[in-house]
């Protein structure tokens, strides 16, 4: 099993940045990549971004590039979301999920955390 323990949210004004972190524990080497996902109220979970662990390669979605960086800190085990230039519409909880390859997908990932809520006011 992996646990997985989401912070760093919180209130920001739009523009503003906040940076999210995933503390991961257990088997961790059981899996390979992390994600981070993303639910509005009334709305799907949507793929954010993903970071392999041991090379560092990066994937987001076109809707957050250039805005949000995913870094990890393998000795520490855990990742990392940082967001700038939030945008009202950025406004999500935002989860973690661990799993073993690179994809945009829910399934695709074994382990995810409890959530953390970002609220981006106008």
């Known amino acids: 099993q992996v646990q997985l323990v989401e912070s760093g949210g919180g209130l920001v004004q739009a523009g503003g940045s906040l940076r999210l972190s995933c503390a991961a524990s257990?088997?961790?080497?059981?899996?390979?990549?992390m994600g981070w996902f993303r639910q509005a109220p009334g709305k799907e979970r949507e793929f954010v971004g993903v970071?392999?662990?041991?090379?560092?390669?990066?994937y987001y979605a076109d809707s957050v590039k250039a805005r949000f960086t995913i870094s990890r800190d393998n000795a520490q085990n855990t990742v990392y979301l940082q967001m700038n230039s939030l945008k009202p519409e950025d406004t999500a909880v935002y989860y973690c999920?661990?799993?073993?390859?690179?994809?945009?997908?829910?399934?695709?990932?074994?382990?995810w955390g409890q959530g953390t809520q970002v609220t981006v006011s106008s």
């Open positions: 970071i392999r662990w041991r090379v560092g390669n990066t």
């Open positions: 257990g088997r961790t080497f059981s899996t390979n990549v």
């Open positions: 999920a661990a799993g073993k390859t690179v994809a945009s997908t829910e399934k695709s990932y074994d382990y």
